[in-house]
């Protein structure tokens, strides 16, 4: 009989003499509380993260996750400046890591029996491809053969195939994802098994990628219980390999490390006693399998404790009940009640075990993170955060076992204060997961060049850290615009770091200051309001243009370089600049200034280009002008080999802005060689001389936006130019035919088959079987005639004629 769901235990608020400096959304109150920390002095945060669970590289909706708690990580610590212990896991044995390691193992061993495709492989692979079938793809025929597999899939589940659900009324959803990956798996599988027999090595490899995801499970059905499970490195060979490269995944996107990691594989010997202070509380019980079951009847009937406190309404979703307790877990009769959850799981054949006083077993998924994280922050944590989907039964059988761990009879235990859930990812509306194989790898987005770390990152900043973000060509170009926004405000002070504007007034000052300390107050409300990076980041696009408004020559360079500091610590503060100090005092991010060892040279080519520019519109370029402007810089003789190509750009302008003075060459000689220097020279090394009205030209690297504006400009130049050269050989062709024509004398372009009878202009009189030809028809073959005659006598006068 299903447990009714009790009402909302009231929340504990935490205690504090001082006023909380900011609000954050609660997942256990489902509405926003005052952030108080336990720390009595208010300065240290106790935080627990979920980590990954490491059987496949992570995906986008990964990226989503982790990106998202980092940048909650860094404006706490960097903007409100609470001291962090950050912990994550990492879940390196559980039922879908058991399953992947042992099925790995397994097709390792498979393929090093058979090297070659030989008819026993294509007979096993069959076999499997009808289990697979016949598990996951229910209408078609039981005895479906591969060659029939594309017509009957097709039909059978078009409406799927064609984005509907499976019935063609409601909604597609998850279920009707499932079945597009098992289309796909069984489609690539009778693809595979459909290819001619392979030999070279090659092709057997591109046989077993074709047919790998039915072969896994239907080896594993055949042959797991029989793999020594006591050999843990059939497994932790999967996990290390995806560990690491989970690490390197979340560096590349800038996401800090954790103060501690822990591993399950670690805790063997702490969660067995975890789980025995649980049975000793009375909130657990054994079963003769050597399985541990945590009691949750018996944990309500204590004043305070409320099992599934997250989300109520899915306490009896027995889909997420199932889920929970992992692919590998049979249902037992021993259970108290379906709801029970495992705390224990005894080990079948073929899966790792720990000693226990239950017997050989191993952790239930929940158990994992309540033991380490208790072993590390203690009986109460500030923070405890993962994804939306671990609401439950994931963190709510965590709280239940963990208060049921720390609590003695007296009373419920308030185990995490804050619980910070962050929503989904979706691209087109779907939920990226690696059980749908619907996703993007992080590292396939960023070796493709899809996202950066920065522009991935400013996605998330403008979504909203708790609620659903969906990747759409809007939020794209919204993400897209933000960055080159601060891109382009960064340039602008860099110059001015370069030429500043010594005799400014100051004139706007005050207006300007005003605007930046309202943005300041606006960003802090919104920060402190439960982390609202879509406003904070509004706020600063804000300040930026009513800098860009303001007539900055009437701005004092001060106010220019405070704003700059301030709106460079903010994106600091969130990460989007790497591993940059955001308070150093430092200008800008990375990708706004030029190398160093470039600095010398190219500052100093820029200042005689824009002289010689200025004096060649003048049309004022002495011999004793260009030699006082090119004496200014002289390169040294020996640079670091990083400068050598910055120092030839600066030699060879300034050479061949004397091989032009020696020729007395014309002031468009001057400017086709700065055009030159701007357009091929200093662009092939990645930089870029923006020229400017009344101004020096501005020195930038060339990025993404310029080369994209550069490819649309050659793109236009080449349409222009293959149009013209289209016309010009049309009417090439046009004048050859017409040359050709003018050949044919007019008193012969009529005698054809077509006639029989011609006048002694050659005009014809009658048709081909002798009768009259029309008066209209000859009144038109006249003026015909008359052209033609014209065109012929102008040919027969070129060549001479007469």
């Given at each position: 009989?299903?447990?009714?769901?009790?009402?909302?235990?009231?929340?504990?608020?935490?205690?504090?003499?001082?006023?909380?400096?900011?609000?954050?959304?609660?997942?256990?109150?489902?509405?926003?509380?005052?952030?108080?920390?336990?720390?009595?002095?208010?300065?240290?945060?106790?935080?627990?993260?979920?980590?990954?669970?490491?059987?496949?590289?992570?995906?986008?909706?990964?990226?989503?996750?982790?990106?998202?708690?980092?940048?909650?990580?860094?404006?706490?610590?960097?903007?409100?400046?609470?001291?962090?212990?950050?912990?994550?896991?990492?879940?390196?044995?559980?039922?879908?890591?058991?399953?992947?390691?042992?099925?790995?193992?397994?097709?390792?061993?498979?393929?090093?029996?058979?090297?070659?495709?030989?008819?026993?492989?294509?007979?096993?692979?069959?076999?499997?491809?009808?289990?697979?079938?016949?598990?996951?793809l229910p209408l078609l025929s039981p005895d479906l053969k591969p060659e029939n597999f594309n017509k009957e899939s097709t039909e059978k589940y078009a409406a799927v195939i064609a984005g509907k659900s499976l019935d063609g009324v409601s909604t597609a959803g998850d279920k009707e994802a499932k079945i597009k990956m098992h289309l796909r798996t069984a489609g690539s599988a009778a693809t595979a098994l459909l290819s001619p027999v392979k030999s070279t090595e090659e092709e057997v490899a591109d046989f077993f990628t074709g047919a790998e995801?039915?072969?896994?499970?239907?080896?594993?059905?055949?042959?797991?219980?029989?793999?020594?499970?006591?050999?843990?490195?059939?497994?932790?060979?999967?996990?290390?390999?995806?560990?690491?490269?989970?690490?390197?995944?979340?560096?590349?996107?800038?996401?800090?490390?954790?103060?501690?990691?822990?591993?399950?594989?670690?805790?063997?010997?702490?969660?067995?006693?975890?789980?025995?202070?649980?049975?000793?509380?009375?909130?657990?019980?054994?079963?003769?399998?050597?399985?541990?079951?945590?009691?949750?009847?018996?944990?309500?009937?204590?004043?305070?404790?409320?099992?599934?406190?997250?989300?109520?309404?899915?306490?009896?979703?027995?889909?997420?009940?199932?889920?929970?307790?992992?692919?590998?877990?049979?249902?037992?009769?021993?259970?108290?009640?379906?709801?029970?959850?495992?705390?224990?799981?005894?080990?079948?054949?073929?899966?790792?075990?720990?000693?226990?006083?239950?017997?050989?077993?191993?952790?239930?998924?929940?158990?994992?993170?309540?033991?380490?994280?208790?072993?590390?922050?203690?009986?109460q944590m500030d923070i405890h955060s993962g994804g939306i989907d671990l609401c439950f039964p994931h963190h709510d059988n965590e709280l239940a076992q963990s208060e049921g761990f720390w609590s003695h009879h007296e009373g419920g235990h308030q185990w995490v204060n804050y619980f910070l859930h962050m929503g989904h990812l979706s691209i087109s509306g779907s939920k990226m997961s690696k059980s749908l194989k619907n996703f993007t790898t992080i590292r396939e987005a960023l070796a493709r060049g899809d996202w950066t770390a920065r522009s991935?990152?400013?996605?998330?900043?403008?979504?909203?850290?708790?609620?659903?973000?969906?990747?759409?060509?809007?939020?794209?170009?919204?993400?897209?615009?933000?960055?080159?926004?601060?891109?382009?405000?960064?340039?602008?002070?860099?110059?001015?770091?370069?030429?500043?504007?010594?005799?400014?007034?100051?004139?706007?000052?005050?207006?300007?200051?005003?605007?930046?300390?309202?943005?300041?107050?606006?960003?802090?409300?919104?920060?402190?309001?439960?982390?609202?990076?879509?406003?904070?980041?509004?706020?600063?696009?804000?300040?930026?243009?009513?800098?860009?408004?303001?007539?900055?020559?009437?701005?004092?360079?001060?106010?220019?370089?405070?704003?700059?500091?301030?709106?460079?610590?903010?994106?600091?503060?969130?990460?989007?600049?790497?591993?940059?100090?955001?308070?150093?005092?430092?200008?800008?991010?990375?990708?706004?200034?030029?190398?160093?060892?470039?600095?010398?040279?190219?500052?100093?080519?820029?200042?005689?280009?824009?002289?010689?520019?200025?004096?060649?519109?003048?049309?004022?370029?002495?011999?004793?002008?260009?030699?006082?402007?090119?004496?200014?810089?002289?390169?040294?003789?020996?640079?670091?080999?990083?400068?050598?190509?910055?120092?030839?750009?600066?030699?060879?302008?300034?050479?061949?802005?004397?091989?032009?003075?020696?020729?007395?060459?014309?002031?468009?000689?001057?400017?086709?060689?700065?055009?030159?220097?701007?357009?091929?020279?200093?662009?092939?090394?990645?930089?870029?001389?923006?020229?400017?009205?009344?101004?020096?030209?501005?020195?930038?690297?060339?990025?993404?936006?310029?080369?994209?504006?550069?490819?649309?400009?050659?793109?236009?130049?080449?349409?222009?130019?293959?149009?013209?050269?289209?016309?010009?050989?049309?009417?090439?062709?046009?004048?050859?035919?017409?040359?050709?024509?003018?050949?044919?004398?007019?008193?012969?372009?009529?005698?054809?088959?077509?006639?029989?009878?011609?006048?002694?202009?050659?005009?014809?009189?009658?048709?081909?079987?002798?009768?009259?030809?029309?008066?209209?028809?000859?009144?038109?073959?006249?003026?015909?005639?008359?052209?033609?005659?014209?065109?012929?006598?102008?040919?027969?006068?070129?060549?001479?004629?007469?």
């Amino acid at each position: 009989m299903a447990t009714p769901a009790r009402t909302q235990p009231a929340w504990k608020a935490p205690q504090s003499s001082a006023p909380a400096k900011l609000k954050v959304w609660n997942s256990l109150t489902r509405a926003k509380n005052d952030f108080i920390p336990i720390d009595h002095e208010g300065k240290e945060v106790k935080w627990y993260s979920c980590g990954p669970t490491v059987y496949d590289d992570a995906h986008l909706g990964h990226a989503r996750n982790y990106v998202t708690i980092d940048i909650l990580r860094r404006i706490l610590a960097g903007y409100f400046n609470f001291n962090l212990k950050f912990v994550q896991n990492i879940t390196d044995v559980d039922d879908k890591i058991i399953l992947r390691g042992r099925q790995q193992h397994l097709l390792a061993q498979f393929k090093e029996k058979n090297p070659s495709v030989t008819e026993e492989v294509l007979s096993t692979t069959t076999e499997a491809f009808d289990a697979y079938v016949k598990k996951n793809l229910p209408l078609l025929s039981p005895d479906l053969k591969p060659e029939n597999f594309n017509k009957e899939s097709t039909e059978k589940y078009a409406a799927v195939i064609a984005g509907k659900s499976l019935d063609g009324v409601s909604t597609a959803g998850d279920k009707e994802a499932k079945i597009k990956m098992h289309l796909r798996t069984a489609g690539s599988a009778a693809t595979a098994l459909l290819s001619p027999v392979k030999s070279t090595e090659e092709e057997v490899a591109d046989f077993f990628t074709g047919a790998e995801d039915v072969l896994l499970p239907y080896l594993d059905s055949l042959h797991g219980p029989s793999v020594d499970a006591n050999d843990h490195t059939v497994f932790t060979k999967l996990t290390q390999k995806y560990e690491a490269r989970f690490m390197e995944d979340m560096r590349n996107l800038n996401v800090l490390d954790p103060d501690v990691v822990t591993r399950v594989t670690e805790y063997g010997d702490q969660i067995v006693s975890f789980v025995e202070k649980i049975v000793e509380n009375k909130y657990g019980y054994s079963t003769s399998d050597g399985s541990v079951y945590f009691d949750i009847e018996a944990f309500e009937k204590v004043s305070g404790n409320h099992y599934a406190r997250l989300e109520p309404w899915n306490r009896n979703d027995k889909d997420l009940q199932a889920d929970g307790e992992g692919a590998l877990t049979k249902k037992s009769s021993e259970k108290r009640s379906d709801a029970d959850f495992a705390l224990w799981k005894s080990s079948k054949p073929g899966e790792p075990s720990w000693k226990s006083p239950w017997g050989p077993g191993r952790p239930g998924w929940h158990i994992e993170c309540s033991a380490m994280a208790s072993d590390v922050l203690g009986e109460q944590m500030d923070i405890h955060s993962g994804g939306i989907d671990l609401c439950f039964p994931h963190h709510d059988n965590e709280l239940a076992q963990s208060e049921g761990f720390w609590s003695h009879h007296e009373g419920g235990h308030q185990w995490v204060n804050y619980f910070l859930h962050m929503g989904h990812l979706s691209i087109s509306g779907s939920k990226m997961s690696k059980s749908l194989k619907n996703f993007t790898t992080i590292r396939e987005a960023l070796a493709r060049g899809d996202w950066t770390a920065r522009s991935l990152r400013i996605i998330f900043l403008l979504g909203g850290w708790h609620d659903g973000v969906e990747i759409t060509d809007d939020l794209r170009k919204t993400g897209a615009s933000f960055e080159s926004y601060i891109t382009n405000f960064f340039y602008k002070i860099r110059d001015l770091e370069i030429h500043p504007t010594a005799d400014a007034s100051g004139a706007e000052d005050e207006k300007i200051r005003k605007s930046f300390e309202a943005t300041k107050e606006k960003l802090h409300n919104a920060l402190a309001d439960s982390f609202d990076t879509p406003t904070a980041v509004r706020s600063i696009s804000a300040l930026i243009a009513d800098y860009n408004s303001a007539n900055r020559s009437a701005l004092s360079d001060k106010v220019s370089f405070d704003i700059a500091r301030w709106v460079t610590k903010i994106v600091r503060i969130f990460g989007l600049d790497g591993s940059a100090d955001p308070n150093d005092g430092g200008i800008g991010w990375s990708g706004v200034d030029i190398p160093s060892e470039a600095k010398e040279f190219v500052y100093a080519v820029s200042r005689e280009r824009d002289e010689i520019r200025q004096h060649a519109i003048a049309g004022n370029l002495s011999d004793e002008l260009l030699t006082a402007i090119l004496s200014k810089d002289t390169p040294s003789q020996k640079q670091d080999a990083a400068s050598v190509p910055y120092a030839e750009v600066l030699s060879t302008f300034q050479g061949d802005v004397k091989s032009l003075a020696e020729k007395k060459a014309p002031a468009k000689e001057f400017l086709a060689l700065c055009d030159r220097l701007r357009d091929l020279d200093l662009w092939d090394l990645g930089i870029y001389l923006e020229d400017r009205e009344n101004a020096p030209a501005m020195v930038r690297p060339v990025d993404a936006e310029l080369r994209s504006a550069r490819e649309q400009k050659e793109a236009i130049a080449l349409q222009k130019r293959e149009a013209k050269e289209k016309r010009e050989k049309d009417e090439f062709e046009k004048k050859a035919k017409l040359a050709e024509q003018a050949k044919i004398s007019h008193k012969d372009m009529f005698k054809t088959a077509e006639f029989s009878s011609w006048n002694e202009d050659g005009l014809p009189t009658k048709d081909a079987a002798g009768a009259d030809v029309p008066k209209s028809r000859t009144k038109k073959m006249a003026k015909e005639w008359e052209k033609q005659k014209k065109l012929h006598e102008q040919y027969l006068k070129g060549v001479g004629g007469s």
